[in-house]
């Protein structure tokens, strides 16, 4: 791999990534802050990435996009409203378009590109969608499936109306609101039979 | 968005020297880069606080009451137990905020700071508003402000504050503790928030220049307690209206009374002529509780496309009284 081949940089991240993934739906550490001297690094998906150099004005979904080219989150409105960009930052479910990469030396993103195990095997609230037909265009469906996992690991789908609260930060113009309701009611289930 | 420097002071100290130099401190980021991108604030430089240490604890106070530190997330808020307990309508009113991922950005002292939702105040095009530039006239003033103020507007700015946990935390008599280059001081949350003036918009809190928010301190517990959001989808929008109680009863009758109304102002509107007439009041007379509350809604002064938000509002404080009298599960 050299700087002027960047194809194969990309795949190699995003294997790197896989392989790295912990086991689906599990909150990621939150890692210690780096010493003062070192180089700040950002983990996505389990890979260690250099912060150095940024422009402060660099969000973590440009960052995640343009970068690190793990565009499963989306850029809709850019202003927190529609929720395409959720990933994980040390478990917690966030829009990546409200935060700054260069403030988050030392900490953890999960990506939807992080979810799936490394052999493949799709983390339950992808299968769950996929079972339910969660989805139309496709466009808001990475951010709805972060959102997702985080609503079940925090014990916020207990019932349909309890999912649709917890779940209101990610829109779907299409829509698709009763499928992914039930998909997510669904993988709820899944996971604590433990097919996780 | 303008370039920008990023700073991460190390200490609250260091914090209040940068923002009394100009900087603008950082913390959940959820208002302050949309700012950014509609020119409502263009700062060379950023004080990054949101990992400054020990300000995002919360922490019981001596005299039963509690204290949140600033930098605690909305959620994280209102999943601690104290809160749980014995401030339901903190819980209810933060949960009723925003969304899940916003809330797990956004803390409790930037929450108070956010600024009107107002859409002249937000457009992306320059259009009439003296909070975005003095002098220029208010375009909501006999525009489109079927979601503005009935009390305490003048002709420069007819704006609300939006902010649902600030209409709760005034209910509960919360007293905002700041650090600043002077040191540090204590502002009632009634008096946090600044209604325009008659020449022009004023500031838009009585924060001064370099002053951090660092704690939220809460009096004793209000478990009687209920906030009541009114809007026109039943999750993540903005309020039309709400309203927090907090009530003392003695079986039926109500000992004390504190009420807020939000999105009426441009801050949170607490009712303390109503709060006096309610103590004494039966629970179950309606009428009498209807009574007690209307004159306060005789001072509203609606424009002229929300003269709806009067029986709205007057309606909400009702409820709320009727939600906590319920024992409305948080």
Redesign the interface.
């Known amino acids: 791999m050299t700087p002027m081949d960047p194809a194969p940089l990309r795949r190699d991240l995003v294997r790197a990534a896989s392989l790295a993934a912990l086991a689906p739906a599990l909150p990621v550490a939150a890692q210690p ?1 780096a010493a003062p001297a070192a180089a700040p690094t950002l983990r996505v998906n389990g890979a260690v990435h250099d912060l150095a150099g940024l ?3 660099t ?1 973590l979904l440009d960052w995640l996009r343009e970068r690190l080219d793990l565009t499963g989150a989306k850029k809709g409105c ?3 409203a529609c ?1 395409a960009c ?1 990933v994980l ?1 040390d478990g ?4 990546a ?4 990469a ?2 988050l030396d030392g900490r953890s993103v999960t990506t939807v590109e992080g979810l799936a195990r490394a052999d493949g095997t799709l983390h339950p609230v992808q299968q769950a969608f996929i079972d339910h037909d969660a989805f139309q265009c496709g466009y808001c469906t990475p951010g709805q499936v972060v ?1 997702a996992v ?2 079940i690991t ?1 014990g ?1 789908a207990g019932s349909e109306a309890e999912i ?7 829109l779907c113009r299409c829509a698709a609101y009763p499928q992914i309701t039930a998909a997510v009611q669904d993988a709820a289930a899944r996971m604590a039979r433990g097919e996780a | 968005m303008q370039p920008f420097t990023l700073a991460r002071p190390a200490s609250l100290e260091e914090a209040t020297r940068l923002a009394a130099a100009g900087a603008m401190p950082l913390a959940g980021g959820t208002e302050l880069l949309n700012w950014m991108r509609l020119g409502i604030a263009a700062p060379a430089r950023l004080a990054d606080i949101s990992r400054l240490p020990g300000l995002d604890a919360i922490a019981p106070l001596p005299d039963g009451g509690l204290s949140l530190g600033a930098l605690a997330r909305l959620n994280d808020v209102a999943a601690h137990p104290a809160v749980r307990a014995g401030y339901p309508v903190l819980r209810q009113a933060i949960h009723k905020a925003a969304s899940a991922q916003l809330r797990n950005l956004a803390t409790i002292g930037g929450n108070l700071l956010q600024k009107t939702r107002c859409a002249y105040f937000r457009a992306e095009e320059s259009l009439p508003c003296n909070r975005r530039a003095p002098g220029s006239g208010c375009a909501a003033l006999h525009g489109l402000n079927e979601r503005h103020a009935i009390f305490g507007w003048t002709e420069a700015c007819v704006a609300t504050q939006p902010s649902d946990p600030a209409v709760a935390l005034a209910a509960l008599d919360a007293v905002v503790v700041v650090a600043g280059p002077a040191g540090a001081r204590r502002i009632p949350l009634g008096d946090l928030h600044l209604l325009p003036d008659a020449a022009g918009a004023a500031a838009d809190t009585a924060l001064r220049a370099g002053e951090i928010i660092v704690a939220i301190e809460l009096p004793g517990p209000a478990p009687r307690s209920a906030y009541l959001k009114i809007r026109e989808r039943e999750s993540y929008e903005y309020a039309l209206v709400s309203a927090a109680g907090a009530l003392v009863l003695d079986g039926r009758t109500i000992r004390r009374a504190r009420l807020a109304l939000g999105s009426v102002a441009m801050k949170p509107w607490r009712l303390p002529a109503a709060e006096a007439a309610l103590a004494g009041l039966s629970l179950d007379d309606t009428a009498a509780l209807r009574a007690a509350l209307e004159p306060a809604f005789a001072e509203a002064r609606p424009l002229s496309h929300n003269g709806y938000k009067v029986p709205l509002a007057r309606n909400a404080a009702l409820r709320v009284i009727g939600m906590i009298a319920e024992g409305h599960a948080p």
């Open positions: 802050a422009d402060p004005r969000t850019n202003e927190g929720g959720t930052l917690r479910r966030v829009n378009c409200l935060v700054l260069a403030t959102s985080a609503c925090e916020h649709r609260e917890w779940m209101s930060g990610n």
